[in-house]
């Protein structure tokens, strides 16, 4: 199965800071991309899709590269709530649209 | 709004049990799905369906099978629950049937296998 790619923190940030989530895909010919979140405990939540032209959300960027097969995911001015786990994932393009988890980044922002 | 619901929150089995897990979505989807997440491994996808009666194994099908008879209802079923089937399952469904929507995910089922 192609591979998806994330750095599984946790992230440790104070209130304010900006922070960054980089994902790496292994297949070219991924199709869509997209960032969930998933609180403790709970099941996972659409954040954002991903564009090649980037796309922004308040205070959430997200970006691909598909030259470099990642995808990024700026939070900007972190709140406590945005303490979770932020799942990359991508779906292949083909017979089988089957989307591809990554393992999760944690994140933990502190007063 | 959207809703994926799974019949149990919470499950205790013995070792050798067959074990039901249903799932129920709300919106006509297609396409439905099977998850299990373990600590340290993330969402590892058992089984899929694009349509009715139609099923397709994903990365870790052992010891699991599934059924959709009708376009609603995905069930996931352990034929005899082993301890290491001891996870949180999760179902999801997606529109439209290229599969490049939004994923909808129930609020998971966590089995303990005894």
């Known amino acids: 199965r192609k591979e998806v790619e994330q750095d599984p923190g946790p992230f440790n940030v104070p209130e304010g800071a900006t922070v960054a989530f980089n994902c790496t895909y292994s297949?070219?010919?991924?199709?869509?991309f997209f960032w969930y979140r998933q609180d403790c405990r709970k099941e996972p939540k659409l954040l954002m899709s991903?564009?090649?032209s980037g796309n922004e959300d308040g205070r959430f960027t997200a970006q691909l590269n598909r030259a470099s097969q990642y995808i990024s995911l700026l939070i900007r001015d972190s709140k406590l709530s945005d303490s979770a786990t932020y799942l990359c994932?991508?779906?292949?393009?083909?017979?089988?649209?089957?989307?591809?988890f990554g393992r999760g980044t944690s994140l933990i922002v502190h007063p | 709004d959207v809703k994926v619901t799974q019949s149990s929150r919470y499950l205790v089995k013995r070792t050798g049990e067959k074990v039901f897990l249903e799932c129920v979505q709300d919106?006509?989807?297609?396409?439905m799905f099977w998850y299990r997440q373990d600590p340290g491994l993330g969402l590892r996808l058992i089984y899929f369906?694009?349509?009715?009666?139609?099923?397709e194994k994903g990365d870790i099908p052992e010891g699991y099978s599934v059924s959709r008879e009708k376009k609603e209802r995905f069930s996931l079923i352990l034929e005899s629950a082993s301890t290491n089937q001891t996870s949180m399952y999760l179902c999801?469904?997606?529109?439209?049937?290229?599969?490049?929507?939004?994923?909808?995910f129930g609020e998971g089922s966590r089995l303990t296998v005894l």
């Open positions: 999801a469904s997606s529109f439209p049937a290229a599969g490049t929507g939004e994923l909808f």
């Open positions: 297949n070219s010919a991924s199709q869509s």
């Open positions: 991903v564009y090649s």
């Open positions: 994932v991508v779906t292949e393009k083909g017979g089988s649209y089957i989307p591809t």
């Open positions: 919106m006509d989807h297609e396409n």
């Open positions: 369906s694009y349509d009715v009666k139609m099923k």
